[in-house]
Structure formats: C-alpha cells, structure tokens
C-alpha cells in the first residue's frame, strides 16, 4: 500500500477513535449493565457492546469488503485471514472498566493477508493514543516513540497477569523474582503500551486475538519480541499464552519458562 | 487546633509540594544517580535525597520545633511521638521512578502527639494531590472525596505487593484469588490513592512509617481500616506488614491470614 493511501487509513481510524471514546465516557455517565462471560472475572458491560457496534458500523461504511474480527461478536467468523481483516477490542480491561472507571483501553488492528499494517491502543482516561505499523513507525499521540532500551530481564520491570504469577505457570514466579520487580495493571492494552514506553520490559499473560492484534504490529514495528510464552510465532488468529518482550529479556526468560 | 490555623497550613504544605513537584520534574530532565540501599530491589537516587532536604529545609523554616522523620534520614532520629511529628517520603517508588519515570508519589504527613492531623500524597506524573486530615476531610486535587463504597473482598479489586504474592505470605494468593482481581503498582502511595478513589478496595504489602504515615491518615478519615495485616493496631513508627481496606474487605481478608 502506498504511503498516502496508508496515512489517509490512520487518519480515518483516529477519527473513528476520537468518536468513540467520546461515546465511551458519555455512556460511563449513565449506569452500567455488568453481566458475566466464562467466569465472575470475565465481564462484559452494555459499553462493550454497544463500542463495539459503534466501531464496526464505521469500518464496514468505509471497507464493506474487509472481515471484522470483534471480542463481542459483532463481527465476522473468520477462519483465515486473507485480505483485509479489522480485529477490535471496545473495551481492553472490562475488570478495570467496571471497578476502576480506568486503566482499559479501545484496540484496533488492521491485517492485510495475515502481515500487521496499523495498530491502535486507545488509553481512555488518560486521552493518549499509541497508533502506527511497520510502515508509519509508531506514535504516541503526535510524539514518535524510539525503541525502547534493550534490557535484560533483571534491568526492567515486568507485567505479569495475575492468574499467571498466582498460580506459577511456566515458572512465572521465577520470572518475577529474577525482574526488578513485577506489576500487574489488568490490561493487555494498557500493559503493552507501557513496553512500547519503555515502562516495562515485558508482558506476559493468556491473550486472546483481540487482546494482542493492535499490540502486536506497534511492538514488533519497535523491534520487540512477540511470541508464544515458550518462543513461538504467535498468529494472529490464536488463542495462547503471549510474551511480549525486549529481545534480551525474552532471552532471560525462555530458558526459565522451561 | 482551630478550623483557620489548619487551613493555614494545609495551604502551605500545598505550595511545599507544588514547589517540589517542579523540583523533581527538574530534575528528572539530567541524569539520575541511582544507588542500591538494602538490595538491588531497594533503590535511592540523588532525586529522593534532594527533595527531601528541599522539603525538610520548608518544614524547619515553617515549623522550628517540630521532629522530622525523613526516609532518606536528613530528619530526625525519633524514638517518642509527642508533640509536631512530619512524616516525609520524597520519592515513594524509587523502583518505579528509575524504570518508568511514572506512577510514583511525594508523601508529607503531619501527627501532633501521635495522633494524625494532615495527610498528602502527591502523584507527581498526574498531577493528583490527595490531601486532608479527620479535620478537613478528603481531596483529590478540590475535589472531596466521598467515603468509598464499603465493598467486600470478592467484589473489588486487590493491591498485594509482588513480594507478598510470591512468597504467598500471609496466603496473599488464596486472597488475590478470591478478590475481582489483583494488582500491583510498586508504589504505596499510588496504591493507596486509588483505595480513596475507590479504584481497589484494599492494599496489602509490608511498610514502612513513610510509606504509610500520610495514607493513614487519609484513609482513616474516609472509615476505611488502616492496621497490620493481621488486624492489629498499626503505630506511627512502626515497620510491619499493613493492610489498608474497606471495612468489609478487611473482615474478608482477616480469616484467611490465619
């Protein structure tokens, strides 16, 4: 694609972003209608959904022919991935929505033919946008971000979900104790926006596809490791345990993953 | 002490710390001078000790008689709380300002005869200051906070230091699991700040009398429970294991500490 076609696409989906957490804190005015998914811990509000419908709505008007990926299945089934495919997450960190009225974040990801083109992790309370792909580089707001520093896993603090640390899968507890210290803020998109900073030097959590396609395409565009926890290529289209990383902490942390 | 003469010095101790967060945004733009205290986890850097003589200097000029506990020791050694006791932590999560630059707190409290009269913590990236004192009431910047709603364990989420949930001290992860969710921020300040905005409903993590001397105060006055984790009495000098809650999440957690 074309540099200008591609900033003509950005530009749109800022737009779309701008709208849509305008819409997002209109609605967190209003009461909340909270109902549980697989688990107490897995929610889903009223905002969620109707996010989600407000998202789509717009990428369907302006790419009727892409497949839409959407965690509150208001998309398309999508069982390959050729063409242009749209992956949405409304509300990244429903939990921290419900309880916190922050730290969540709106997601969306553009793939064409299975290859990362642009990404967006929308940080609602704090009104920053991280944006951008191997083409654009990425952005926080108008500010381009470097690649963070290399560090290894001892040098940098490290995200860790807090089902992951609790009950020491892949030796996570190790993981911990061996980082600067561990921190777990709830969201996937709130926690890999902190990697692209250079706040953490990994994460590492179970991801589904809407938790990681925006996060995926701004890491690996820095030059960050995005893989399975045990170092394998991660598709797009996976549910799995993910690591994204510097490259030297991913080499501290392979071997103690086992 | 009368209503004028508190209000008289919560405005000052207000212009300490506007003053000071300039100083700190100071100098974070040269390069810091980090030093390892007790391990390589425990950090000091030429920030912390600067803004605590910077404050401790304002206190002294303000305050002559007064006693200074300072984390970086520039204050007094104190043994007995009689009289004007100021509690200073210049920088609360050095581990987060070196890594992140971001999500760490000034802390200043003020205990006449043991007991606690005002209370700031001042998260420095945001710009938030929470002040006040049983006199005044709560605030988040000129905002009154209201008392948080009085949640139980399983209906909110959980601050537990990393330290704490690794080592299932106290069974921290029976508590994280039967929480809505656990997190960990690196900073007692910042966690406790989000227990007086309701953002957790409870913080667990061992402390020390600058870590908790401000927040003490502030969640007491908003009837949240501030003692060690085992429910006992919480001293001003103390160094211990705290738990700051709801009431009812502290009635949750207690059982399950043994």
């Known amino acids: 694609m074309d540099q200008g076609q591609l900033q003509e696409i950005d530009q749109t989906v800022k737009g779309w972003l701008r709208d849509s957490r305008k819409f ?8 909340l209608n909270v109902a549980e998914k697989s688990s107490r811990k ?9 996010n989600e419908q407000f998202l789509i709505e717009r990428i369907r008007q302006f790419s009727p022919d892409s497949q839409i990926l959407g965690e509150e299945g208001f998309g398309d089934k999508i069982t390959e991935t050729s063409g242009w495919v749209w992956v949405v997450d409304p509300i990244d960190g429903t939990m921290n929505f419900v309880k916190q009225q922050d730290h ?11 290859q990362g083109v642009l990404g967006y992790i ?5 009104d920053d946008l991280y944006s951008g792909g191997p083409q654009l580089g990425v952005f926080k707001n108008e500010q381009r971000l470097p690649a963070p520093a290399n560090l290894g896993l001892a040098d940098g603090l490290i995200g860790i979900s807090g089902p992951l640390i609790l009950r020491n899968q892949f030796n996570m507890q190790i993981v911990a ?11 996937a998109g709130i926690e890999i ?15 589904k596809p809407w938790d990681f396609g925006a996060g995926k395409i701004l890491a690996e565009t820095l030059g960050l490791s995005v ?4 170092g394998k290529p991660l598709g797009m289209l996976s549910s799995d345990f993910v690591m994204v990383a510097t490259e030297k ?6 071997p103690i993953v086992g």
Chains 1, 2 share one sequence.
Request: cysteine-free; overall charge negative.
């Open 249 to 254: 902490a991913q080499r501290d942390i392979l």
């Open 24 to 31: 997002v804190l209109t609605k967190m005015a209003e009461k």
């Open 104 to 114: 969540f974040a709106t997601m969306i990801a553009l793939y064409i033919d299975g």
């Open 177 to 187: 104790e061996k980082s600067a210290g561990v921190r777990a803020y709830g969201s």
């Open 227 to 230: 893989t399975t926890v045990d």
């Open 193 to 207: 926006s902190h990697i692209l900073s250079g706040k953490l030097n990994g994460y590492i959590s179970y991801l």
């Open 122 to 126: 929308n940080d609602i309370m704090n």
């Open 42 to 50: 897995d929610l889903v509000t009223n905002v969620d959904k109707a």
